[in-house]
């Protein structure tokens, strides 16, 4: 797939008078300005991005002579960007999302970045939170900025743990202790219930890693019977037997968030994107985030970064100006005015010591816990080599046929360890 | 239909015994005949009811819910307070009382907003009066997330709060009391107009809200607090609370346009256009096929039919490449580099379809030759009989391609999101709705302006539906397929 604007002239098929009359089209004055196309998910990303371009990116290039052009794709965001990058129609500046990353960067779709920082004064590398740059760094380059990320915590009901008279969870608590506290809280009736246990490696991996089990051993291969990887899940199924842990759909809710706000859950392990769901959903909760516990073994917590970055196209025809447009992005300046906002939470180190995470505010706190779980404990990004969803499907199954009483723990496992080793193998 | 089987029966008892009466055991018979026809009548009926209900359910269901401050709840409810007449007056009362109009409410100055709330407190508690607030509310999802208006807190002065009533009651069982207080909001005077104004009460645990003013949206933190997104708001933007936000708050930041009014503009605009084209194309391409006479008509007759044949899936991507290059780069011609992301490359590449010129080409057939061969007589030629003989006859046709064409091209979803990727507004309808499923739902699983969105975009194709219901009947029988 060939896209050279003069490239496509020469195909034989096309060597006709109309040929001649586009060329002398072609011919015409080209701009002066230079584009710059910028691209990333729609929902409430586009508000903010607008926001950043006119507020931070515009007043940085244009002087410049950089047009910025900002396109936010509805939905299905990684399967456009996978076909316009085939069809070379992609945009010079666009999200990837940690999840499906490693796919574009080894089919060199991405631009490293390495020159690019090396020559700047506004985007160091020792700027950027090193666990978030490690996870879009492959064979020492870089290939994209993180522009924000998530964490897992546990956010906790206060209401319901004073009505049991229980102390709130804390940041010494390690899963003994935590398991008992839930168990308290289950205590007060048959309609209560302790942590929401989502089956999903998203919730469920940071309590395997603070094990510290590796998703990947030295050999790439996934071992699901490794002692640590057991005892942690049979601790995360093993709540239900108490109501100290629940899936949410036995109250009739699809996650962590949902089960919350039902008022029987009295806690759940969700990342920063609750507070959005809590707000409009359950605005007068008193709620508390705290790190999630300590494996009672290694005395490390376990956590899953979930991020996104702004990369640039390895095939745009603007690769100067586009970095000029990514600089203005993850500026200290953008990045400060998103976290003001309580929208994201900025990638730069440097901005842990913000005002805003120094509020009372229950938001401001729990943004803050989120914030510090990038780099406490065991904490791996959400990606899986190239194997993406399909890795964590064997796990995913195991823990819903578990969870749902369908299966004993063992042999879930030796089921799910067959699947992966079939995928592994492919 | 009974009436008729059970006469139906009479005559036949009446053959046997022309002269007698009808014996005890006959009259049983007959009973017996009757009551099966009942039965199968009735039978009959409740099928089609459930069969209405089957097909109608999910969409009287989806509708009902997008009125729902939580579309998914569990378990669902039949009658939210939304849809109670007694809601409706209060929220038109305080709609006024906060400065706006009965239909639209607002919190503006001069506001007076009188509230009242009644609690139901079990014996051996003192009644307590709750603590007022009207809470910054930040929206968590959407634009408002991003470009909050001004907060009615900032303006909102809260009266002392008063006792008024207290009466004896037995409530579930429990004996207590039922208290009722009263307090006012009023607006501070500055020149500022809120659009809504929220509310927040709290009372110590165990004394439970019994009745307000105006139901709250939520009751939170084990019936403590009681909840109301906006105590001002007018009858519309009570009732119709995810349509009002749907049109509120998404407009473009950069050109200021309302982005629904847009998309559905948007999707009428190329069904029209789609429309037209097609009535065109087809009425001709199938007069000509069904009348005139030209060497490979047959053929091209069987690779209009065979286009018919191939999925749409096949030739998306090669369609996909023939726009982004401007077809061969003909739309450098006018001035486009691409047609990618423009109305033109949406329309050029659907300016007409097999099944339409096949509805035609077969109507034209079943047409009457003497009708044209008169007027050739009188000396017409082929031009002159298409526009004044045959087109006025095929209206019914025409009626038929142009509903189920529009009925297409407005649901059209899958090739209007590839090629209208940006800016917003440029999407149509459908793939605006996709947007607002991720703008809503997606981050906050707030699914009732989707709902909102889909029940109004389903709302053209009901009208056409229900005004041209013949034609839709005749565009099957034409073709025997739908579409």
Partial sequence: MQCGRLGRFSRPFKASFVALIIAALVALPAAAQTTVRVSGWGGTDIAIVEELIERFVKPAVEPLGINVVYEPIADAYDTYIVNALSAGTAPDVFYVDIFWAEGLMRAGQLEPLNDYMAKSDVLKAEHIIPELLAAFTLDGKIYGIPKDFNTLALFYNKDLFDLAGVPYPDENDDWNTLADKLSRVAALGPDFYGLALQPEYARFGAFALATGWQPFDENGRTNLLDPRFVEAFKWYTGLVANRSGVHPQDVGQGWGGGALTTEQVAAAVEGAWILGFLRDSAPNMEYGAVPLPKHPGTGERGNIIFTVSWSINARSQVKEEAFKVLEALTSPEAQQWVLERGLALPSRAALVDNPYFAQPDREAQANLIVFKGASDGYVEPFKFLNYGGDWMAPINDALGAVLLGEMDADTALREAQQRMDALLAR | ?483
């Avoid at chain 2, 929206?139 to 991003?146: D, E």
């Avoid at chain 2, 470009?147 to 004996?175: C, H, K, L, M, N």
């Fill in chain 2, 1 to 483: 239909m009974a009436d008729a089987r059970t006469g139906a029966t009479a005559p036949q008892a009446a053959a046997v015994h022309p002269a007698s009466q009808p014996t005890p055991v006959e009259m049983e018979k007959q009973k017996a005949a009757a009551r099966r026809a009942w039965a199968r009548a009735a039978l009959v009926y409740v099928l089609l009811l459930v069969f209405s209900l089957f097909f109608m359910g999910p969409f009287l269901f989806a509708t009902l819910s997008s009125f729902k401050d939580d579309p998914i709840e569990w378990p669902p409810r039949l009658d939210p307070p939304q849809l109670k007449p007694a809601n409706w007056v209060a929220a038109w009362r305080l709609g006024k009382a906060g400065g706006g109009s009965g239909w639209f409410g607002a919190f503006a100055p001069g506001a007076e907003v009188p509230f009242e709330v009644t609690y139901f407190v079990p014996d051996g508690i003192e009644p307590q009066a709750p603590i007022v607030r009207v809470p910054r509310r930040l929206p968590g999802a959407g634009i408002g997330a991003v470009r909050p208006g001004a907060f009615a807190a900032d303006y909102a002065i809260v009266s002392e709060v008063v006792e008024t009533a207290r009466q004896p009651a037995e409530v579930a069982g429990v004996s207590g009391q039922l208290v009722t207080y009263a307090f006012t909001i009023r607006h501070n005077g500055e020149p500022v107009v809120a659009d809504r104004l929220p509310l927040d009460l709290e009372v110590q645990l165990r004394q439970t809200f019994y009745s307000a003013t105006l139901a709250p949206n939520r009751i939170e933190r084990l019936g403590r607090v009681q909840s109301w997104n906006n105590v001002a708001p007018g009858v519309i933007p009570y009732v119709f609370y995810n349509y009002t936000r749907v049109f509120q708050e998404n407009y473009s930041r950069t050109t200021g346009k309302n982005l629904f009014l847009t998309w559905i503009g948007n999707s009428f605009f190329i069904a029209g256009v789609k429309v037209l084209t097609h009535l065109i194309i087809a009425s001709m391409t199938g007069y000509a096929l069904a009348r005139l006479r030209f060497p490979g008509r047959n053929a091209l007759f069987m690779l209009i039919l065979f286009s018919m044949m191939i999925p749409g899936q096949v030739t998306f991507i090669s369609n996909y490449l023939v726009l982004r290059d401007g077809i061969f780069g003909l739309s450098k011609l006018w001035g486009q580099e691409t047609l990618l992301n423009s109305f033109t490359g949406i329309i050029l590449s659907g300016l007409c379809g097999g099944s339409a010129v096949f509805i035609m080409k077969q109507f034209f057939e079943s047409l009457p030759r003497e009708l044209e061969e008169s007027a050739r007589i009188d000396g017409a030629g082929p031009a002159t009989i298409y526009t004044r003989i045959v087109l006025p006859l095929a209206r019914p046709a025409l009626g038929a391609v142009a509903i189920l064409t529009f009925q297409g091209v407005w649901n059209e979803f899958f090739w209007p999101l590839i090629v209208l990727t940006t800016p917003q507004d440029k999407f149509t309808l459908t793939v605006g709705l996709l947007n607002l499923r991720q703008a809503y739902g997606a981050v906050a699983l707030d699914w009732g302006p989707l709902l909102a969105g889909a029940f109004i975009s389903a709302v053209p194709v009901i009208i056409i539906f229900l005004v041209f219901q013949r034609y839709f009947v005749e565009g099957i029988s034409f073709t025997g397929i739908k579409g």
